[in-house]
């Protein structure tokens, strides 16, 4: 179990834990939240032991084993899944003593304690989580400092997820992956055997892989039961009945006065004055919680809208090295309100198609027409390590309006969420949320007609994700994002163009769709690995092809179980939420605040049961379909 104790931590004066106080039992899935700036990952760097706490103290039982993923990636000549491998400095330890060992004693020590910590399989571990994460066979064979810093990223991850520590901490671990890099981990954290502590603002990943949100706000640490959806929902329910009790409060505190101020003077009523004056000091006033408002995200209409299409992509072309192109066949068009998420594997060219959408690269055949005056605002993740480390958002805004006054100025400043001493503030001082919702700005200060956003809601908390949300939904113009958050996309995006085998075509179909797609393809390669292609199968006797069938129908005969099993569990616990639901409808449930208590952990747990049986469902689903399509 992970206890913080009544941790205290100071920067520069100001408290930026206060109080903290949690316990998380082993095992648990959680995610930590908070606003940017909150103080979440200094709570990592404070378990971990990279910093002291000014009071309290952090408990983590003996022989436990702490583990996150480093700062620094590797850059070296060791291939990917050597270097994977050589983390399990134990493991390699005993492989290198094992090829010079004499003592027979010894070599039957150092074997057995391979054996007990599973050292032989762990190739293949290491193998499937590098897969997951985005790399085949091939790329694991090449060597680390072959790859970009974000493709590194993901190895130092697959490696302290091949080590399996006692307590895994994981600090955005969704910044450097694709969609299906999401997808794989949201499933991997919910089956990992030990306790797991990540940092989020994935609204889909924290309610599918956890099943605990750890709320940090304001120094103090609270533990909510179920999903971030629960929380929310726990939180504002929280927060009703604390205004109402303040509410309450604050009546019998007028009701006290008034007494005190009619009877103080009376001598019969001097006495019962006097304990009401003592039972006013006692009262301690109840603190209605209130949240901080989140400024808003505001993207500036076009000044004229342009018919469609906006762009027309005809057979083009595009790549970076005269005759090797990545994209071909490209035949698409950009309508004036259209909002399209590109989807695909990291590395099949999505961000490629986004820089010749944007003007960023010129087709190599074939050609992109435009529209009559459009104009185009490109948003990327690695713009932001290119804004000037010494200017500042004033420096930014006084370049592009160099003729306004420094009021018109800090007020497009004040606009953006800037406030006087954070528009003075060096860009090389801002913090990643503030650094991406800048370069947003800096997107959209002309008013494009088409917005392409790659990767927008790195860094950004999840109320910011939520305004550019409603920001996006109010752009009267065309947007194309690029996006690992399925939330954003789900809450945005009216079209889907999947980026695969080497063009872009339209995908029919929606997020689930896509998954289930994933999981099957998955499922099929794996098969295949592992020598179960049936395309490779000889002719078989009519006699023999319907014994093949009857095994067949034995084999898909659990998955079809299985699958129907999760469907009456979904619809059991749909039953029962509705119940509960029904029951929090009632005014009079919340006339006793621990009933409404009662009631609303029992919906996050009933929550939770049915993220669990959905994914078993989609799962078992995938499995059956890739079963059944094998043997077609």
Not at 21 to 33: E, F, N, Q, R, W
Not at 402 to 425: I, V, Y
């Given at each position: 179990?992970?206890?913080?104790?009544?941790?205290?931590?100071?920067?520069?004066?100001?408290?930026?834990?206060?109080?903290?106080?949690?316990?998380?039992?082993?095992?648990?899935?959680?995610?930590?939240?908070?606003?940017?700036?909150?103080?979440?990952?200094?709570?990592?760097?404070?378990?971990?032991?990279?910093?002291?706490?000014?009071?309290?103290?952090?408990?983590?039982?003996?022989?436990?084993?702490?583990?996150?993923?480093?700062?620094?990636?590797?850059?070296?000549?060791?291939?990917?899944?050597?270097?994977?491998?050589?983390?399990?400095?134990?493991?390699?330890?005993?492989?290198?003593?094992?090829?010079?060992?004499?003592?027979?004693?010894?070599?039957?020590?150092?074997?057995?304690?391979?054996?007990?910590?599973?050292?032989?399989?762990?190739?293949?571990?290491?193998?499937?989580?590098?897969?997951?994460?985005?790399?085949?066979?091939?790329?694991?064979?090449?060597?680390?400092?072959?790859?970009?810093?974000?493709?590194?990223?993901?190895?130092?991850?697959?490696?302290?997820?091949?080590?399996?520590?006692?307590?895994?901490?994981?600090?955005?671990?969704?910044?450097y992956l694709d969609l299906e890099g999401t997808l794989w981990l949201e499933t991997y954290l919910r089956t990992y055997p030990h306790t797991v502590?990540?940092?989020?603002?994935?609204?889909?990943?924290?309610?599918?892989?956890?099943?605990?949100?750890?709320?940090?706000?304001?120094?103090?640490?609270?533990?909510?039961?179920?999903?971030?959806?629960?929380?929310?929902?726990?939180?504002?329910?929280?927060?009703?009945?604390?205004?109402?009790?303040?509410?309450?409060?604050?009546?019998?505190?007028?009701?006290?006065?008034?007494?005190?101020?009619?009877?103080?003077?009376?001598?019969?009523?001097?006495?019962?004055?006097?304990?009401?004056?003592?039972?006013?000091?006692?009262?301690?006033?109840?603190?209605?919680?209130?949240?901080?408002?989140?400024?808003?995200?505001?993207?500036?209409?076009?000044?004229?809208?342009?018919?469609?299409?906006?762009?027309?992509?005809?057979?083009?072309?595009?790549?970076?090295?005269?005759?090797?192109?990545?994209?071909?066949?490209?035949?698409?068009?950009?309508?004036?309100?259209?909002?399209?998420?590109?989807?695909?594997?990291?590395?099949?060219?999505?961000?490629?198609?986004?820089?010749?959408?944007?003007?960023?690269?010129?087709?190599?055949?074939?050609?992109?027409?435009?529209?009559?005056?459009?104009?185009?605002?490109?948003?990327?993740?690695?713009?932001?390590?290119?804004?000037?480390?010494?200017?500042?958002?004033?420096?930014?805004?006084?370049?592009?309006?160099?003729?306004?006054?420094?009021?018109?100025?800090?007020?497009?400043?004040?606009?953006?969420?800037?406030?006087?001493?954070?528009?003075?503030?060096?860009?090389?001082?801002?913090?990643?949320?503030?650094?991406?919702?800048?370069?947003?700005?800096?997107?959209?200060?002309?008013?494009?007609?088409?917005?392409?956003?790659?990767?927008?809601?790195?860094?950004?908390?999840?109320?910011?994700?939520?305004?550019?949300?409603?920001?996006?939904?109010?752009?009267?113009?065309?947007?194309?994002?690029?996006?690992?958050?399925?939330?954003?996309?789900?809450?945005?995006?009216?079209?889907?163009?999947?980026?695969?085998?080497?063009?872009?075509?339209?995908?029919?179909?929606?997020?689930?769709?896509?998954?289930?797609?994933?999981?099957?393809?998955?499922?099929?390669?794996?098969?295949?690995?592992?020598?179960?292609?049936?395309?490779?199968?000889?002719?078989?006797?009519?006699?023999?092809?319907?014994?093949?069938?009857?095994?067949?129908?034995?084999?898909?005969?659990?998955?079809?179980?299985?699958?129907?099993?999760?469907?009456?569990?979904?619809?059991?616990?749909?039953?029962?939420?509705?119940?509960?639901?029904?029951?929090?409808?009632?005014?009079?449930?919340?006339?006793?605040?621990?009933?409404?208590?009662?009631?609303?952990?029992?919906?996050?747990?009933?929550?939770?049961?049915?993220?669990?049986?959905?994914?078993?469902?989609?799962?078992?689903?995938?499995?059956?379909?890739?079963?059944?399509?094998g043997a077609s």
């Amino acid at each position: 179990m992970l206890h913080v104790n009544d941790l205290t931590y100071r920067i520069e004066g100001r408290p930026i834990l206060s109080g903290a106080t949690c316990a998380i039992p082993s095992g648990h899935k959680v995610g930590l939240v908070g606003r940017n700036g909150a103080g979440k990952t200094t709570l990592f760097k404070l378990i971990i032991g990279d910093l002291s706490p000014d009071d309290g103290a952090i408990s983590i039982p003996r022989g436990l084993k702490v583990g996150h993923v480093a700062q620094e990636a590797p850059g070296g000549a060791d291939s990917l899944i050597e270097w994977v491998l050589s983390q399990d400095t134990e493991r390699a330890a005993l492989l290198a003593e094992a090829e010079t060992a004499a003592d027979p004693h010894r070599i039957a020590a150092i074997h057995e304690r391979l054996g007990d910590i599973d050292a032989h399989s762990a190739p293949s571990r290491a193998a499937q989580i590098l897969a997951g994460l985005g790399f085949d066979e091939e790329a694991q064979a090449r060597a680390c400092r072959e790859f970009s810093g974000g493709w590194r990223m993901r190895v130092a991850l697959a490696a302290i997820l091949f080590l399996e520590p006692d307590i895994l901490l994981l600090d955005e671990p969704t910044n450097y992956l694709d969609l299906e890099g999401t997808l794989w981990l949201e499933t991997y954290l919910r089956t990992y055997p030990h306790t797991v502590v990540i940092i989020s603002h994935d609204r889909d990943l924290l309610n599918r892989a956890v099943g605990h949100i750890l709320h940090l706000d304001r120094g103090k640490l609270t533990l909510y039961a179920g999903g971030y959806d629960d929380f929310e929902e726990a939180r504002r329910e929280k927060q009703r009945l604390e205004t109402k009790l303040a509410r309450r409060q604050e009546e019998e505190r007028a009701r006290i006065e008034a007494f005190i101020i009619r009877f103080k003077a009376k001598a019969s009523k001097a006495t019962q004055a006097q304990s009401r004056i003592k039972a006013l000091a006692r009262m301690k006033p109840i603190a209605a919680q209130v949240d901080e408002s989140v400024v808003p995200i505001r993207l500036p209409a076009p000044q004229k809208l342009l018919a469609s299409p906006l762009l027309k992509i005809e057979d083009a072309a595009v790549g970076y090295e005269p005759g090797a192109p990545i994209l071909t066949r490209l035949n698409l068009n950009v309508d004036q309100d259209d909002r399209i998420a590109l989807l695909g594997q990291n590395g099949n060219g999505k961000s490629t198609f986004a820089k010749l959408l944007a003007g960023r690269l010129q087709p190599m055949t074939g050609q992109v027409l435009g529209a009559q005056r459009v104009s185009v605002g490109y948003f990327a993740q690695h713009q932001l390590d290119d804004l000037n480390p010494g200017w500042s958002p004033y420096d930014q805004i006084a370049a592009l309006m160099p003729d306004a006054t420094e009021a018109q100025k800090r007020t497009r400043l004040g606009s953006w969420g800037f406030s006087h001493d954070k528009a003075d503030t060096k860009a090389s001082n801002l913090s990643g949320g503030e650094k991406a919702r800048l370069l947003l700005a800096l997107t959209a200060f002309h008013a494009p007609h088409l917005l392409i956003l790659d990767e927008p809601t790195n860094h950004l908390d999840v109320d910011s994700r939520e305004a550019l949300i409603q920001a996006l939904n109010d752009f009267p113009g065309a947007v194309i994002l690029i996006s690992h958050d399925r939330h954003l996309i789900e809450a945005c995006v009216d079209r889907l163009w999947l980026v695969k085998g080497g063009t872009v075509r339209s995908f029919d179909g929606d997020l689930d769709g896509y998954r289930a797609d994933l999981l099957a393809e998955r499922g099929r390669a794996r098969a295949q690995r592992e020598g179960a292609n049936p395309a490779a199968a000889p002719k078989i006797a009519r006699v023999d092809q319907r014994r093949e069938a009857a095994a067949r129908r034995a084999e898909t005969a659990p998955l079809r179980r299985a699958v129907q099993t999760a469907e009456k569990e979904l619809e059991k616990l749909t039953a029962k939420r509705a119940e509960i639901d029904a029951a929090l409808a009632d005014p009079r449930a919340y006339d006793d605040p621990g009933k409404a208590q009662k009631l609303s952990i029992a919906r996050a747990d009933v929550s939770r049961q049915m993220a669990v049986a959905e994914e078993a469902w989609l799962t078992a689903s995938a499995a059956l379909e890739a079963v059944e399509a094998g043997a077609s």
